[in-house]
């Protein structure tokens, strides 16, 4: 096996733009919302663009491949990551995401935790995570009248921010930014406001689903310095995990035959080594890392997010080796 990429799955939306042609020459025309990256979902399925399997979709290469390509822990069934870029030139609806148990039962599909990582952030840029002191009853009201805004909390970002986004957690990406975006591999989002745009809104599912109480902060990652990089942990759940590595000159690992790892360049670029050959990596690319792919070695000057469905203990053992004496 091979490091893998994918053609790039474009979506135009209402409020999107064409701020990935900074580091993209392939967007088609229109307001360009979503770049759907690493996606094995029935509303958008990659396409692998490189080596020996170009041009077959991910389904049907993990139903030829199955634990070579996603690992031995991770089910054939449901390809469980979606990795997106989002570019915002305009808010985004005000919106929220059921838990698995609810998404199942009612839209059939897994529900919806995510990541952010803020890649740019222009003048204005922003995000909603979570609300100020209100009731449901004082937020539907508010979604009635139109006043929502006043118990949303919005906050500014800049670029490099992460903020960890739970399923329940009322949320809105704000105009002027571009985010890298790690997700559960689902596609149900239930919109509680839209600024009169004239879409769907789908607000009894959405105060079934949301969680007041649930707080929106930046995480603060906890980084470790190694000779040629640096490594942040930024989140871990059931879920996924996320880490960024700021490569200054090079880093080596393995894959592991439990599960993929997903790499998402958000800055510089360079190439990743292994056994049988060289791929180049740039801002903007995602490359998954099969299971059975062996010892690899990133080397350039970049940033580079690590995705992944981690066995949890394993992580925090690893994280807690780093300070353990």
Known sequence: MYPLKFENIYFEKIWGGRDLENFR??????????SWDVACHKNGMSVVSNGEFKGMKLDELIKLKGSEIIGTKISEEWFPLLIKFINARDKLSVQVHPDDEYGMKVEGEMGKTEVWYVVEAFEGANLVVGTKDCTKHEFRKAIETGELDKYLNRIPVKKGDVYFVKSGL???IGEGV???EIQQNSDTTYRVYDYNRGRE?????????????????RSEGLKIEREGYTKTYYCLCKDFSLELYDVFDSFEECSDEERFFIFTCVEGEGEIIYKDGIEKIKKGDSLLIPASLGEYKFSGRMKVLKSYVPDVEKVEKEVLEVVKR
């Open 25 to 34: 020459d392939n967007l088609p025309d229109g307001n360009i919302g979503e």
């Open 201 to 217: 809104l789908h607000i009894d599912k959405a105060l079934d689903v949301v969680d007041l109480s649930l707080e929106g902060r």
């Open 178 to 180: 571009i985010i890298a």
């Open 170 to 172: 009322i949320h809105a």
